[in-house]
């Protein structure tokens, strides 16, 4: 019998990237939008979330001449080229920071903690970085 | 089965304990490894978070991160259940899936 | 089962490469298949042979090439993390005109499509970081 990833469609899994650390300070954001780029040419269902200090990754008007290191927010705008279409952001993480939808560098779809929790629970595979 | 959430930070120093059980629904369960064991102790700060979740969830602490830090499985709040990794892998494999709050 | 494994940190800074590699030998040891060890971010520090441990300390990598050659395990690093942080096989040395390559045996550098394949493929993805 053919294993399921042998059929010529290929299986198609639920992918969630959990996106919790705020950019710069580390290189997870950076790393992670590229692995996100990536899994786009894989034909998966890909979803992308923003929660805990994650959330300032989208933080609109981010300048960083004065660091000496590379820009990427406006990669998130490139992401609808890549079908990776919505993006993710928990209401709870981004209200406790004094941000709405309205300093989000994309349109993003906000979630309150609740209706997250389930969309997880339908994941097949949740990528923390 | 529903989920299981790992937790390798301190309680006392990042929010990765608070955001597995804010997002753990009823039957998931909670391992804490590494400095993430800190979170099942008796007697802290955080403890009667972990009695309040073990209503809903199974908690499970790794058992040699524990003792490496000097705790015994005595200081382990009632209803936390101590595994190795071999009691690791076997979670991993009857949970559906595996998240990590890092 | 069949298992993959995401390492997103370096040896010795921080316990998650240790705690990847202690839960990959339960999981051998249980009979479960390692279908890949991926290793990203400051993960693909992993796979240099360069490091030097003393010698009272666990050799981290030498760990993981012992376990690629006893078991068959997939080590795969991640190519735009190893560049980024001087990680080389002897093509890529080539390519790069660098004048040596440090990855241990075992390991190999692929693309991070590499990861995505072992979600699909693997029945359950674990993460160990920080």
Known sequence: ?129 | MAMLHTVNKSPFEKRSLDGALSHAVNGAAILMIEDGIYGALKGTAVSSKIEKALETLKVYVLGPDLKARGMTEDQVVDGVKVVDYAGFVDLVTEYDKVQAWL | MKLSILVNEGPYQHQAADSALQFVKAALEKGHEIFRVFFYHDGVNNGTRFAIPPQDDRNITVEWSKLAESHKLDLVVCIAAAQRRGILDENEAKRQGKSGDNIAPGFRISGLGQLIEAGIQAERLVVFGD
């Open chain 1, 1 to 129: 019998m053919a294993e399921p990833w042998e059929e010529e469609e290929g299986p198609v899994k639920k992918f969630m990237f959990v996106n919790r650390k705020a950019p710069y300070g580390t290189i997870y954001a950076l790393e992670s939008l590229e692995v996100v780029l990536i899994s786009a040419a894989f034909d998966q269902d890909v979803s992308l979330v923003f929660m805990d200090d994650g959330v300032y990754q989208l933080k609109k008007g981010q300048d960083t001449k004065g660091i000496g290191m590379k820009n990427f927010s406006p990669t998130y705008r490139a992401l609808e080229g890549y079908d990776i279409e919505t993006l993710y952001v928990e209401k709870e993480s981004m209200e406790s920071r004094g941000l709405s939808a309205d300093d989000m560098i994309v349109p993003v779809e906000v979630l309150g903690k609740d209706e997250l929790t389930s969309l997880m629970e339908e994941q097949d595979v949740l990528l923390s970085f």
